[in-house]
């Protein structure tokens, strides 16, 4: 069984994977894991070191440092602008 992750750990986390960072799944050893490829969004790291995701293609599986392999997203996201108003 492995140990807990420390506080010192799980605050790396939470500063390298704030809320909104966007991440590229690269491996998942889990069957309902989405597919390698799928991008994501961090929604939050929690005290045991999972970081809770929101998949694109509609799953919430969060990934396990450590465990998956993934990376962050070297072309986030880009906020969707409204058109000018008439």
């Known amino acids: ?28 050893n889990d069957p309902h894991a989405p597919p390698p490829g799928t991008k994501g969004t961090v929604v939050y790291v929690d005290d045991l070191g999972s970081i809770g995701m929101k998949w694109g293609n509609g799953s919430s599986l969060s990934l396990m440092p450590g465990l998956d392999s993934f990376s962050k997203d070297s072309q986030p996201q880009k906020k969707r602008s409204r058109g000018m108003e008439r």
């Open 1 to 28: 069984m492995e140990a807990f992750p420390t506080k010192e750990t799980i605050n790396r986390l939470r500063q390298e994977y704030p809320p909104g960072t966007r991440i590229v799944l690269e491996a998942m």
